[in-house]
């Protein structure tokens, strides 16, 4: 499966944001979906995953409460919608999608989009 994330951009603290990964290829549906980011000098880490039928998520603690994840098996899209965003949240944001159990460890993904970049200013 292919990978294809937007929907980044500049904003201020508090804005929001929605971020799309489209995927292409087969069964989009057997696949969990995830979220990662990576800021400069740091570690990519996880974000938030999505089982294959949306009926189970996971959230990064950072996150929790600001951040919700959905997808449309019908289109084959993943959403990663944003809110109260804040300066520690800006990094390149990738998406990915593991054909194994829902996780938030970054190894347990076997297909990675290429990032889209989210700027949030103070």
């Known amino acids: 499966v292919q990978l294809q994330a937007s929907g980044g951009g500049l904003v201020q603290a508090g804005d929001s944001l929605r971020l799309s990964c489209a995927a292409s290829?087969?069964?989009?549906?057997?696949?969990?979906m995830g979220w990662f980011r990576q800021a400069p000098g740091k570690e990519r880490e996880f974000v938030t995953a999505?089982?294959?039928?949306?009926?189970?998520?996971i959230y990064a603690d950072s996150v929790k409460g600001r951040f919700t994840v959905s997808r449309d098996n019908a289109k084959n899209t993943v959403y990663l919608q944003m809110n109260s965003l804040k300066p520690e949240d800006t990094a390149v944001y990738y998406c990915?999608?593991?054909?194994?159990?829902?996780?938030?460890?970054?190894?347990?993904?076997?297909?990675w989009g290429q990032g889209t970049q989210v700027t949030v200013s103070s």
């Open positions: 990915a999608a593991s054909r194994r159990s829902l996780t938030s460890r970054w190894d347990g993904y076997e297909f």
């Open positions: 290829g087969r069964a989009f549906s057997n696949y969990a």
């Open positions: 999505i089982g294959w039928n949306g009926g189970r998520t």
